[in-house]
């Protein structure tokens, strides 16, 4: 099956600043394609390659096989989600979903109809004579979706979609979304800055630094097997040991510095420098005697949060086994 | 921060005073808006109330003095006379002109200031625009009056460029046309257009700089060609702006009397009659009752433009 999307040594640059930096991948049909990093890493820039919206200085983006690297955006079956959702403040709901229908002058009636199903589809069946302004952050965001996947696009590209929205919302809106896109099968490419939004909804996730994609792989193996320092770090906050060694804090024992290591464990002694309460666990930093910062994260149960201020000494401990090898940065 | 507050002069005003009126920030604001509030009730409000209300006062045939009784015969003389008709008919068709005309020039202009041009081009786009602003209004329209002259630069260019006979044909042309470019119509549109262009361009820039890129992106990926996207979301949202911008170009127009008089054909205009009979002619009830006229006007054409969904975007 031809892919939905590739991209095939993708570099962009602006001014002397590389955004996108020989990249290259594929997206399937049909996949949930979330493309993840920090703010400047390149991953927005890549959005705006497929959609049109930048031009690669090299590089090829194919869509289903076609090469569109020089197809303006309005030629291109892909649409968009924006990240401040882009709605047109002088247009009715209704008006902001036809839009795109409008323009390939699509019968009224037409438009009517696919535009209640549309809209019925995002929980808002009686909203369409409002205007953008009178609408709340999540009934924006539905409006922006329902405007986009009204023009059945082959793929939907989602540029941060849910961060403007509070906590709960979002939650709400990640399980939606991904039940929408199971429901409809249209490829999404869902760009975003965290992680567990990442690894919560996608089929695979790129991990983005620098231009780069550090890693290409499905939620689990990003999580159990990181390959770099960087998406060890970034995705799910793993500990790098001497610089080779990624551990996750929850396999991160705290003991007292006087109890002996058992077999096949290793063992630093340091101080606590901070610990965090975060409800279901408790983060505890802690500064070895070799000077690394390593967090440990324990559920917080009586056992574990017997009263170790900073400044107590401890001894960390955790087991061959849960040490990942990293690749070289 | 306190140390250094203690070893200085002690502050003005006195750390207790302004902390009576953090209190009180509505007595505060009131006190603040008290002083200009009267000044511009009084000299412009009142001043111009005072104006419009003379429209209604008699004149005395005999003594041309005025006296305070309130009558419509000024009215009545100014609505049924075909010749001061003429002058509110011609002095709105060129208002009218004038506004579309540097509508369609300020546009394009706005547009790459506010969309495209980026730092350094964007100060030299304003600092450009706003330089003729800076001159004497009386050398620009003089300068004007040696440009278009029959024996001037324009005409001169035109030759050389083989394209005198267009000039001619314009200037053979009944209602714009005349002797010269000096003397004509055209020639007075054209020094009206040059005088307004910055009043239109600099409130559709700032429009347009309120548009959200993402809106013109978002029209593109749903399929919009480029002449779509302006037709339904630059010049909608853009709207506001050149409502703003032919407030000035309109009432501008329809109040001057210098360029009317310096440059074009004989036709009076609203701002020439209000200047003559408030002055040579000490008409002041009909002066009075001509100034009323562009406000009333201006006052149509923002409930036409409020009909026609220029203010949607606001």
Redesign the interface.
């Known amino acids: 099956m031809t892919a939905a999307i590739e991209l095939r040594s993708v570099r962009r640059a602006f001014g002397a600043t590389v955004a996108v930096d020989d990249v290259s991948f594929a997206i399937e049909q049909g996949e949930f394609f979330s493309m993840l990093g920090p703010s400047g890493s390149g991953k927005t820039t890549c959005l705006r390659v497929i959609a049109g919206f930048e031009q690669p200085d090299s590089g090829a983006v194919f869509l289903e096989g076609l090469d569109v690297s020089g197809t303006p955006p309005y030629g291109r079956d892909v649409n968009t989600v924006f990240q401040d959702y882009a709605l047109f403040p002088h247009m009715s709901v209704l008006d902001n979903v036809t839009y795109g229908l409008r323009v390939r002058r699509v019968p009224a009636a037409e438009c009517r109809r696919r535009a209640d199903e549309m809209l019925a589809l995002v929980k808002l069946a009686d909203m369409g004579a409002r205007r953008p302004a009178q609408l709340s952050g999540g009934q924006k965001q539905r409006v922006a979706l329902a405007r986009a996947l009204i023009n059945q696009p082959k793929v939907l590209l989602l540029d941060e979609p849910l961060g403007a929205l509070d906590l709960k919302l979002r939650e709400e809106m990640q399980l939606e979304l991904r039940l929408l896109q199971r429901r409809l099968g249209i490829t999404f490419v869902y760009v975003t800055h965290d992680q567990g939004e990442a690894l919560s909804m996608s089929d695979r996730v790129a991990v983005f630094n620098r231009g780069r994609i550090e890693q290409l792989d499905a939620p689990e193996a990003l999580y159990a097997r990181p390959r770099t320092a960087f998406a060890a770090r970034f995705v799910g906050g793993a500990n790098v040991i001497e610089g080779r060694y990624a551990v996750r804090g929850e396999n991160i024992e705290i003991a007292d510095p006087a109890a002996p290591a058992p077999a096949g464990t290793v063992r630093r002694e340091g101080t606590i420098v901070d610990t965090q309460y975060q409800g279901a666990v408790r983060r505890w930093q802690v500064r070895t005697d070799d000077g690394e910062l390593i967090t440990a994260t324990r559920p917080d149960r009586a056992d574990t949060s017997q009263a170790r201020e900073p400044g107590a000494r401890v001894a960390l401990r955790w087991a061959h086994t849960h040490m990942i090898e990293l690749a070289a940065d | 921060m306190a140390a250094a507050i203690a070893a200085g002069a002690a502050p003005f005003p006195p750390r207790a005073l302004a902390t009576w009126f953090h209190r009180r920030p509505l007595l505060a604001a009131w006190l603040l808006l008290v002083p200009p509030l009267l000044w511009f009730g009084t000299v412009y409000l009142g001043s111009l109330f005072a104006l419009l209300a003379q429209s209604f006062y008699a004149i005395d045939e005999f003594t041309a003095t005025i006296v305070p009784r309130l009558t419509l015969a000024t009215w009545a003389q100014l609505l049924t006379q075909p010749a001061h008709l003429d002058i509110v008919l011609r002095t709105t068709a060129m208002a009218i002109a004038v506004t579309i005309a540097a509508a369609i020039i300020a546009f394009p202009i706005a547009n790459h200031m506010a969309c495209h041009a980026s730092g350094r081009m964007k100060a030299f786009f304003h600092v450009a625009v706003m330089l003729p602003m800076w001159t004497s209004y009386l050398v620009k329209v003089y300068a004007w009056r040696l440009i278009l002259a029959k024996e001037g630069i324009l005409a001169w260019c035109l030759a050389a460029l083989g394209l005198d006979g267009v000039l001619d044909a314009l200037l053979r042309t009944p209602g714009i046309g005349g002797p010269s470019l000096t003397s004509s119509y055209l020639g007075m549109f054209i020094v009206f257009v040059y005088m307004w262009l910055p009043f239109m361009i600099l409130p559709i820039a700032a429009a347009l700089e309120r548009v959200?890129r993402?809106?013109i992106?978002?029209?593109?990926?749903?399929?919009?060609?480029p002449a779509?996207t302006f037709w339904?979301?630059t010049l909608?949202?853009a709207m506001p702006g050149i409502a703003a911008g032919s407030i000035f170009t309109f009432s501008l127009t329809l109040g001057d009397y210098i360029i009317p008089s310096v440059v074009g054909a004989p036709g009076y205009f609203i701002g020439m009659m209000v200047y003559q009979q408030q002055g040579t002619a000490g008409n002041i009830p009909l002066a009075a009752a001509f100034s009323v006229v562009p406000i009333v006007l201006i006052g149509i054409y923002l409930a036409l433009a409020r009909r026609a969904?220029a203010f949607?975007?606001l």
């Open positions: 959200p993402s809106l992106a978002a029209s593109a990926d749903l399929g919009a060609r779509q339904r979301v909608p949202l969904g949607d975007a």
